[in-house]
């Protein structure tokens, strides 16, 4: 009797999962959000006027705030004296705000307008930033692409404050118990927020065969205002679940700047984040130009106008399949009789195989890179229930390391062997993007949980804090990069389906040799200071 009544939600199962997949929604409604342009950067060159350029300086300009600003620091520090239910709907509502600034800006009611004119006629030069580099606007920058900058750099501030606070919840609800399983779930499960990107964005942008580039971003935005309610929901949750277990939902602690001296001034921390801001860099930076890459190195021949393959009806079979492929391999980890599980792969196989089959149809780049999060999907779970259990998180970020190595190089120069090859290319593509995600994988299912290890309980939304604001370090840099690099190597080029990547994508892979090296370091430092990494989170 008295267990019954010190049972609380957490100790439930069904009440954990559902928490988690609360948060999980919310953080899928913003990484549709996060890259609602990337797969219509061709139409922002024609229907807007951005070069490589522009595009890449906008799309840094998400993390702006966050990184010169501090703002994720402040985050943090919010996150941890306000608590976990506060700072997702603070965080939601932020995001929310930015959308609709982005939106607008790449609306047709802002072409003609003062706002317009005033975005033409100034930040055209920004004092200190612009003598360091570092910028968000420059002269001859279109005004549309300055606006959404400003958006996105409101849109960035939420949406990282999301995701440290995502983080937090799990920790809390599921310390002790499958935490890695948990972050690794979420992450998969948010992740599809990407390849819905990829289906629906130029969907929307050419629906009725008339070009508008702000259907998309409003499609963004209408998703915002669900992923507010989802956190609504979810504060009523953690709010019952803190008076059952009578903990306070700030710190029992006021927060000390000495807090942020004690993290900082730990080696095995740094090695985590340095970590992190390089594989993050190779992959989020480079989801911002995938489709356009695929652009420039496949042959692709439009479907016959009329036929199913050109219709509107397909984008919604295609999209259904491939929720079908996610939904039975994430169900597949979570059946104990093998049966069932055998059974649930092979319908995600065979989904995979004619969603695939599908794309190829469509010859479709968008829709060809939407694959690269299912088999994430599939495998992020095993990893994250095989850390919970056997540990080896150090071993599967070298692991990762390579396996990005190797995709960013295959995409450098394998597959431009395979332009004029339409089948041999899209086989190659479609390997490639499965196996980059399957390496992305990894690195919720090691890393984050490996952070509750490193540091305090009490300055752990901070810890989070620091990650990425690191992190975002080069989120901001290397989307500009890219776009600077691509236009540098490209002098001339006005088709926005002619670029050669090499060079951008050899410098990704750089970051994968970078973060594989560092991986080894973590090994070495994990095995003499007893930091735990490689051991199992639950203790059995």
């Known amino acids: 009797m008295t267990q019954a009544i010190q049972k609380t939600l957490r100790d439930s199962a069904a009440m954990r999962w559902t928490a988690l997949l609360l948060l999980a929604l919310a953080m899928f409604c913003s990484y549709i959000f996060m890259d609602i342009l990337s797969p219509i950067k061709d139409l922002m060159l024609s229907e807007r006027g951005w070069d490589s350029t522009a595009f890449g300086t906008m799309q840094g300009s998400e993390v702006f705030l966050n990184v010169f600003a501090f703002f994720l620091i402040f985050a943090g520090i919010i996150l941890d004296k306000m608590g976990v239910r506060f700072t997702a709907i603070l965080s939601a509502a932020v995001m929310l705000i930015g959308a609709c600034i982005k939106w607008f800006a790449v609306s047709d009611a802002f072409i003609g307008s003062g706002l317009e004119q005033w975005f033409t006629d100034n ?316 390496s992305f994988s990894l690195v919720p299912a090691s890393l984050w949980p490996s952070v509750p290890k490193l540091v305090d309980a009490k300055v752990i939304g901070s810890a989070y804090a620091l990650i990425f604001w690191i992190q975002n370090i080069g989120l901001w840099l290397f989307p500009l990069l890219i776009g600077k690099v691509l236009d540098k190597t490209n002098p001339g080029v006005t088709d926005a389906t002619q670029y050669d990547y090499t060079a951008p994508l050899v410098m990704l892979a750089c970051l994968g040799v970078a973060a594989l090296l560092l991986g080894l370091v973590l090994k070495v430092v994990d095995r003499k200071r007893g930091l735990g990494l490689e051991e199992p989170n639950i203790k059995e």
């Not at 602690?253 to 594989?279: E, H, M, N, Q």
């Not at 860099?281 to 989801?287: D, E, G, H, L, R």
């Not at 998180?393 to 990762?400: E, I, K, N, S, W």
């Not at 390579?402 to 295959?410: G, N, Q």
Request: glycine content about 8%; some cysteine.
């Open 123 to 438: 930040l055209n030069y920004i004092p200190v930033f612009d003598e360091l580099g570092v910028s968000p606007f420059y002269a001859g920058m279109p005004a549309s692409a300055k606006f959404a900058a400003c958006g996105f750099m409101i849109f960035g501030c939420g949406c990282e404050m999301a995701g440290i606070t995502v983080s937090r919840g799990i920790v809390k609800w599921f310390k002790g118990r499958e935490m890695a399983l948990a972050m690794g779930s979420e992450m998969a499960l948010a992740r599809l927020g990407v390849a819905t990107c990829m289906i629906f964005s130029p969907f929307f942008a050419r629906l009725g065969g008339v070009v508008s580039v702000s259907r998309s971003v409003a499609f963004g935005v209408v998703l915002m205002c669900i992923a507010l309610i989802m956190t609504i929901v979810y504060f009523f949750m953690d709010k019952k679940l803190d008076a059952q277990t009578g903990e306070a939902e700030e710190a029992d602690d006021p927060f000390r700047i000495s807090d942020l001296g004690k993290i900082l001034t730990d080696g095995g921390f740094w090695l985590v984040a340095l970590l992190c801001v390089l594989y993050y860099s190779a992959i989020f930076p480079f989801q911002k130009y995938a489709v356009n890459m695929l652009q420039c190195n496949l042959t692709l021949t439009a479907p016959e106008a009329g036929s199913f393959w050109a219709s509107d009806t397909v984008t919604y079979v295609q999209y259904i399949i491939m929720l079908l492929v996610a939904a039975a391999g994430f169900a597949s980890n979570f059946q104990k009789k093998a049966a069932n599980r055998f059974s649930l792969l092979a319908v995600s196989i065979v989904a995979l195989v004619t969603y695939c089959y599908m794309g190829y149809m469509r010859q479709s780049a968008e829709t060809v890179f939407a694959v690269f999060p299912l088999l994430a999907v599939l495998i992020t779970p095993i990893l994250g229930s095989y850390v919970d259990h056997k540990g080896k998180a150090a071993t599967m970020l070298v692991l990762g390391s390579l396996l990005l190595i190797a995709c960013h190089l295959t995409f450098a120069f394998v597959l431009p062997m395979f332009k004029g090859n339409a089948v041999g290319g899209i086989i190659i593509a479609y390997l490639t993007i499965l196996v980059l995600g399957a």
